[in-house]
């Protein structure tokens, strides 16, 4: 059977989704304070210019699975599941601008004060981290005097569509994001996606909200990437759709999951060299390519920050466990561990280095001569001894992952400080960034308990 869903925002996400789930057999009842495109919705035409919606409308509307209504109280009272799609644009500034969102909440809110029953409220606007846990929660708590979790359950569960081909993608996401803190209840409001052919993810609404941004971000930088490596290759005279073509042909490493995993910064001896020629040659070509260019300094801060969380610890005898570019080779040529390294003896650490792989005798030709230029006398502080590195050790730092990992873990004594260069973390001696408009959803919660 069909379920009741109320959709506040009949813009171009409000709208599709209106169309398409009054098509898979739910009542929808479609809410903005715009007269204009209440008056659509109720003649079953579409609010927003996109193919296929007037025709989904006009015949859900047929059928009697479509309403329309400015007043919230209204299209909550009748429905078991308010979804919010409304605008969340850019202020001046660049800040993300809540009012839209805040809005809504304290609409619902306040109409849930008078309903009886669980109601589900699904946030689809897009929202930075830490929205949902600390503004959306609080404000429908605040405004229904109502419990989350026990008398209404939040959900962020973000929109994949786009504009021109948004019906289709509406009923082809890659995947759905359900994140919720109240899972007791959720086997309801997935009714809703019981047709969707892609994975459904169950997640906290903070994970949620970021994979969104994730998207966006990847998709921005692919197409521009794409845009940069085309005016390269025009005025190289190189044929960009033929080098593309045969670049996206590469499932392996370029088209895949290959290099997406968050930790340390890239290495080894093609990576830097290659784009250090490749921007030199754009120069030379006085050709703006700031993307490519943006990429060692990105590459460098994250070194940067690794020095800095070591740093951060106050404690300066420091073991350092893996030491080449990655796992399973001696290269150490612009290993980012060989920058680490000498960046911590600048700062006055005592440092002593394992690597399985790392034997000074055993280093020949260009690594050889890569480390005499940068620290030529890593040979006293290299160990093959692990143990032996370990026992001086107050901060162990964790550079090169793998199997050696749960030793590790097991033999760090508890006075011991582990940084696992593999595991981004924020540096402990400096405030961490507070969520836009609020705290996070541990925070929040504690002071709304009391
Ligand atoms: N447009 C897209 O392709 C797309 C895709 C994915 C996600 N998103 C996200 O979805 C959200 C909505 O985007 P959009 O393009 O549909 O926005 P939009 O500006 O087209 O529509 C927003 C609608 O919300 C209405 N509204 C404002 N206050 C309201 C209230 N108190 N109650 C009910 N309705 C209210 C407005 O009148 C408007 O009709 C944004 O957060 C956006 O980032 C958009």
Same mark, same amino acid.
């Given at each position: 059977m069909g379920l009741s869903v109320s959709i506040f925002g009949l813009g171009y996400v409000g709208a599709v989704t209106t169309a398409c789930l009054a098509s898979k057999g739910h009542t929808v009842w479609g809410v903005d304070p715009n007269s204009i495109k209440v008056a659509a919705l109720e003649n079953g035409r579409t609010p927003i210019a996109e193919a296929e919606v007037e025709d989904l409308l006009s015949r859900a509307k047929a059928m009697g699975r479509v309403f329309a209504t400015s007043n919230p109280q209204e299209a909550v009272a009748n429905t078991e599941i308010s979804i919010i799609s409304v605008g969340t644009p850019n202020l001046r500034n660049g800040r993300l601008d809540l009012t839209h969102v805040q809005d809504v909440c304290q609409q619902i809110g306040t109409a849930l004060r008078y309903k009886p029953g669980y109601h589900w409220v699904v946030l689809r606007s897009t929202v930075l981290p830490g929205t949902t846990d600390a503004v959306i929660t609080p404000l429908l708590e605040d405004s229904s005097g109502k419990c989350a979790g026990v008398d209404f359950g939040v959900c962020f569960n973000p929109e994949f569509l786009r504009e021109g081909t948004a019906v289709h993608d509406f009923f082809h996401p890659p995947f759905t994001i359900i994140g919720?803190?109240? $899972?007791?209840?959720v086997a309801r409001l997935k009714e809703i996606y019981a047709w969707v052919p892609g994975a459904m993810f169950d997640t906290t609404p903070a994970n949620a909200e970021m994979v969104k941004y994730a998207c966006n971000a990847y998709h921005a930088l692919k197409v521009t990437f794409a845009n940069e490596i085309g005016v390269l290759c025009g005025t190289l005279g190189v044929d960009s759709k033929v080098v593309m073509e045969i670049f996206k042909?590469?499932?392996?490493?370029?088209?895949?999951?290959?290099?997406?995993? $968050?930790g340390f910064a890239f290495g080894g001896s093609c990576l830097a060299k290659d784009l250090r020629a490749l921007n030199y040659r754009a120069g030379e070509l006085d050709l703006e390519l700031p993307l490519l260019r943006a990429i060692l300094p990105s590459n460098a801060g994250h070194i940067d920050r690794g020095v800095a969380r070591v740093l951060a610890t106050g404690k300066r005898d420091v073991a350092v466990i893996?030491?080449?570019?990655?796992?399973?080779?001696d290269d150490l040529r612009e290993s980012p561990m060989v920058h680490l390294v000498k960046s911590l003896l600048g700062e006055g650490c005592r440092i002593r280095i394992w690597d399985k792989d790392v034997a000074l005798g055993r280093l020949i030709g260009s690594n050889r001569a890569f480390i005499q230029e940068?620290?030529?006398?890593i040979g006293s502080l290299l160990s093959d001894d692990m143990d032996e590195v370990l026992s001086s050790a107050q901060v162990v730092v964790l550079g090169t992952n793998g199997p050696v990992r749960e030793k590790l873990l097991a033999s760090l004594r508890p006075d011991q400080v582990l940084v696992d260069l593999n595991t981004p973390e924020p540096i402990k001696s400096q405030p961490q960034a507070a969520v836009q408009d609020g705290g996070t959803w541990e925070d929040s919660r504690a002071a709304r308990l009391g």
């Open positions: 919720t803190h109240h $899972p007791e209840h042909s590469d499932t392996h490493l370029n088209i895949s999951g290959a290099y997406l995993n $968050p893996g030491l080449s570019f990655k796992m399973g080779t940068f620290i030529p006398h």
